[in-house]
């Protein structure tokens, strides 16, 4: 008796545990549809935390649920999309607070996230060079010419498009040929002076031009200084003589101090020996790395240089003339590519006629012999009206119009490069099998594959007035006929239109490109003879069926400029370039800038040419 109650009360015991489990994950349900049914709620009401507080939530009580993961996944994308654009806005406009916590946000959500970390590193260095754009500004407002752009070569090298480092770099390379540094070099170098000297040793020039500058003057051992020479200047600059000198007598000077001077032949070893280097790398953005270099080696003769199309940057070793000449050749390559949109309308118009009209009467009666048990020779023998059968064709009246006028219409907007081609393919591509029999008996099939359809290729060529040159081809082409070889194969008749045109449009102006017309025109009839033929009866004894089938394919195109060239500032596109053998700037008379190599001004003691702003306006 015992035994047999314990198995009712073990059974029960069991059906209320999953009784219990069944109502647990009941609930569990229910509070989890709450939780999101909520998170939905406070979404649509823009709280984003707490909507996805909620859908965690439910993602707690209900693990299993795709839904909710899902959910979750897409609110916090689009969220993550939502900040980095935020993000990049603020950047842009040096709202660097606002940007900076746009980007932790995403951080906070997607902690892994590059573009987030890349973001708050461009922060970083944002703020950096605006540092060293305020140095220059204080620089540039004391005078020192030279510390300003070292500045702001420092923030270009790093950002080669900082709009207002470019505008102040701008701003004092064009005043550089006003400015004056006062220092005890500048000061002698513009002192005036007078000599006639004819076939005098160049030492005793020296002496002379030493004794009225306060100049001192080194020679190389190598520089001969009997070596005589001839010179007449009348209320000339001490720099000008010493320029004369330098050229006519193959020589080269380095600057030592601040009343100094080293004279040295002017030969390739001594340059070697003489001439300060500098080493620099320009991270291009834009340009292609060896274009670069083959520029820089074409101009400046430039033979140590280090081109890496990998990481695209050029690293050039020469002299500081050379290296300024590179700065500008650079920044006039380094200029991001024209742009163009291209919006393309193609219009497919099917004009299709179709009337059929009159009476399809019986083209055919076959006669037979009516069946039987078993047919002999004799029942062929006796055929007669009675055993006979005949079969009639069927009679059709046809009295049909249809018309048809179909628009096929693709609008593709196409981004284009300068001088890049694109393509746009509308249609299918169909297989071609190709059979191969060997001399063995050996075969083999390969597989090629047509398109077939609209095919559109588009090359534009951007012109800095704003115009465009577009060259364009236009290809229709569809499947006519299939083929069927002999071994089976299947082989694809296509029929093809195609245009070809180059044209130069405005910016905003259209083109329309049209003409491809396929015009089919087919008749039928189907009459009985020689009644078919009576005037006006003859519909009666026969049908007729006009078939008119015309396509006309019409293109037209409007490009858009979203990006051109701007053409150079003339400080860019025209400068000094020095001689075949030395880069070294040429004086401009008084007031000019001092050869290079020349001490930075002190601070506080260089002028503005009068009217200079410290900053330019607007870049405070």
Not at 56 to 79: H, N, T
Not at 170 to 179: G, Q, S
Not at 347 to 355: F, N, S
Not at 592 to 609: E, F, H, K, Q, V
């Amino acid at each position: 008796m015992n035994k047999g109650n314990s198995r009712p009360v073990g059974s029960a015991g069991w059906r209320h545990r999953c009784l219990a489990v069944a109502t647990a994950l009941m609930l569990a349900g229910c509070a989890a549809q709450n939780a999101y049914r909520e998170s939905q709620t406070l979404l649509a009401e823009g709280k984003v935390d707490a909507g996805l507080a909620k859908i965690q939530e439910a993602m707690v009580l209900d693990p299993a649920s795709l839904e909710y993961r899902l959910a979750y996944e897409r609110v916090v994308d689009g969220e993550v999309i939502a900040n980095l654009a935020k993000a990049d806005r603020a950047l842009g406009q040096a709202r660097y607070e606002e940007a900076e916590a746009a980007y932790r946000r995403v951080l906070a959500l997607r902690p892994g996230n590059e573009a987030a970390r890349s973001g708050l590193r461009l922060i970083e260095t944002a703020r950096r060079q605006e540092l060293l754009y305020k140095e220059a500004e204080l620089a540039w407002g004391r005078g020192d010419v030279e510390g300003a752009l070292a500045r702001l070569r420092a923030i270009l090298a790093a950002n080669a498009t900082h709009e207002r480092a470019l505008a102040l770099q701008r701003v004092i390379e064009e005043n550089a040929t006003k400015a004056t540094r006062e220092s005890a070099l500048a000061a002698a170098y513009r002192r005036l002076i007078t000599i006639e000297f004819r076939d005098t040793p160049l030492k005793t020039v020296f002496e002379v031009i030493s004794r009225t500058s306060g100049l001192n003057f080194v020679f190389d051992k190598d520089v001969r200084a009997e070596q005589r020479t001839t010179i007449f200047l009348r209320n000339s600059t001490i720099e000008s003589a010493i320029n004369m000198l330098l050229l006519t007598n193959q020589l080269e000077q380095r600057v030592l101090d601040g009343n100094s001077i080293l004279i040295y032949p002017n030969t390739p070893a001594k340059q070697k020996e003489y001439q300060a280097l500098v080493v620099k790398t320009y991270y291009l953005a834009n340009a292609d790395a060896k274009t670069i270099g083959t520029t820089l080696k074409t101009i400046l003769k430039t033979r140590d240089i280090v081109v890496d199309e990998k990481l695209n940057l050029v690293m050039i070793r020469d002299s500081p003339e050379a290296v300024r000449l590179a700065d500008k050749m650079v920044a006039l390559q380094d200029i991001p590519e024209p742009e163009v949109m291209l919006e393309v309308e193609i219009i497919e118009v099917t004009r299709e006629r179709i009337q059929a009209l009159g009476i399809n009467w019986p083209d055919s009666m076959a006669l037979r012999p009516l069946p039987v048990d078993t047919l002999t020779l004799n029942n062929l023998l006796n055929l007669n009206t009675s055993s006979i059968g005949v079969n009639v064709g069927p009679t059709l009246i046809r009295a049909n119009q249809l018309d048809t006028d179909a628009n096929l219409l693709a609008n593709p907007r196409i981004r284009a490069r300068n001088r890049e081609k694109a393509k746009v393919l509308i249609g299918d591509r169909v297989p071609n099998i190709t059979s191969t029999i060997t001399s063995t008996g050996f075969s083999s099939e390969s597989i090629t594959y047509i398109d077939v359809g609209l095919k559109l290729d588009i090359e534009p060529t951007i012109y800095v007035d704003n115009e465009v040159a577009i060259k364009v081809t236009l290809e229709v082409s569809n499947i006519v006929n299939t083929v069927t070889t002999k071994s089976g194969t299947q082989a694809y008749q296509i029929g093809t239109r195609t245009a070809t045109s180059v044209m130069r449009l405005r910016n905003g102006e259209g083109a329309v490109l049209a003409g491809l017309i396929q015009d089919e025109d087919r008749r039928e009839a189907n009459k009985v003879p020689f009644l078919g033929e009576v005037p006006i009866l003859g519909r009666l004894f026969g049908s007729h069926r006009d078939d008119g089938k015309k396509t006309e394919i019409v293109m037209s195109i409007t490009p858009r400029i979203i990006r051109n060239i701007q053409r150079a500032e003339l400080y860019l596109s025209e400068f000094e370039g020095g001689t075949e053998t030395s880069f070294r700037r040429q004086p401009e008379g008084v007031g000019a800038i001092p050869m290079s190599g020349a001490p930075p001004a002190a601070p506080g003691t260089a002028t503005r040419p009068p009217g200079t702003p410290a900053v330019p306006p607007g870049l405070g």
